[in-house]
């Protein structure tokens, strides 16, 4: 009696192990597509800074290009010097008793170098403009490239084709210019450092960024707009690299970006189980290659 009931229980041993390893395959597996999911949604979240970084730079990059900016700041220093020389030389040859042909002539020479700084504050607007809008152009350029490789739908997990929140040019807190301070003329070194113009850098003096350094005793009606770049490093330019988001700032009005912001966003779902979405956002900042050396 006790043999012939021997087979039966076997079958439902037998069959008890099947079910448990059917419940156990089951929970791997879901396990499994869990551990895929978050991974997915990390690696999206990662990503996505990833390539709000690389536009960021893309544009940052823009910026200075053959040191632009740069150059211009130098040449903003040199052109405001020749002014101020020219004033105090115009000064010396109108005292009584000096030739009228000399004060003719020192006269038509504080004229040009006048009229070389108008020149160059136009262009220097120019330049401003033209560096914000190839830098924009270049960031979106770099989104497009990037953002066709996302778009992502598997069982578990969809992810949407990014989008731009914002994209910005301006400035980095409490950055100076890159133009060293130009100590030919004591008078006006003098002037400068009264007026804050400069600001001591260590081991070199370097004019203010984002300050209009006039010359009240020449003609106050000439600008001299120093935007904001960072200094060479002895004989090496600072590379574009990424910077806290939180320390990019609009530029003031009138001045050259040495700063790029691009804030992207990207929408996730997963399908497992209930539904459940939803968006990531990002921030990155860079700013631009520093000014090089005076050539």
Same mark, same amino acid.
Request: glycine share 4%.
């Given at each position: 009696m006790l043999a012939s009931k021997l087979p039966g229980r076997h079958r439902s041993q037998?069959?008890?192990?099947?079910?448990?390893?059917?419940?156990?395959?089951?929970?791997v597996a879901l396990g499994i597509t869990v551990a895929l999911s978050y991974s997915g949604i990390f690696f999206a979240h990662n990503?996505?800074?990833?390539?709000?970084?690389?536009?960021?730079?893309?544009?940052a990059r823009k910026l200075n290009e053959f040191n632009r900016l740069g150059q211009m700041n130098d040449m903003i220093a040199r052109s405001r010097q020749l002014v101020y020389f020219s004033s105090e030389q115009h000064d010396d040859v109108t005292r009584p008793g000096n030739d009228p042909l000399m004060e003719k002539f020192s006269r038509q020479l504080l004229e040009e170098a006048k009229e070389s700084a108008r020149d160059l504050e136009r262009e220097r607007?120019? !330049? %401003?403009?033209?560096?914000?809008?190839?830098?924009?152009? @270049?960031?979106?350029?770099?989104?497009? *490239?990037?953002?066709?490789?996302?778009?992502?739908?598997?069982?578990?997990?969809?992810?949407?084709?990014?989008?731009? !929140? %914002?994209?910005?040019?301006?400035?980095?807190?409490?950055? @100076?210019?890159?133009?060293?301070?130009? *100590?030919?003329l004591a008078e006006l070194v003098e002037e400068d450092r009264k007026n804050t113009n400069v600001v001591d850098a260590k081991p070199i003096n370097l004019y203010r960024a984002e300050n209009d350094a006039k010359l009240p005793s020449v003609d106050p009606e000439l600008h001299f707009h120093f935007s904001p770049l960072a200094a060479p490093v002895g004989n090496d330019m600072s590379p574009a690299r990424i910077v806290l988001a939180e320390k990019f700032k609009t530029s003031k009005p009138n001045y050259a970006p040495c700063a790029t912001n691009v804030k992207l966003a990207l929408g996730v779902k997963s399908g497992l189980g209930s539904s459940a979405s939803a968006t990531f956002e990002v921030s990155s900042a860079a700013v631009a290659t520093g000014g090089g050396l005076w050539q």
């Open positions: 037998n069959g008890n192990m099947l079910i448990l390893a059917c419940v156990l395959m089951t929970l990503r996505l800074q990833t390539s709000a970084d690389e536009i960021a730079l893309a544009g607007q120019y !330049l %401003s403009t033209l560096v914000q809008d190839e830098s924009r152009a @270049e960031m979106e350029k770099k989104f497009k *490239e990037l953002k066709e490789s996302y778009a992502m739908t598997l069982p578990w997990l969809t992810i949407t084709t990014p989008r731009v !929140l %914002s994209v910005n040019s301006g400035s980095f807190a409490k950055m @100076e210019s890159n133009a060293q301070e130009l *100590e030919g």
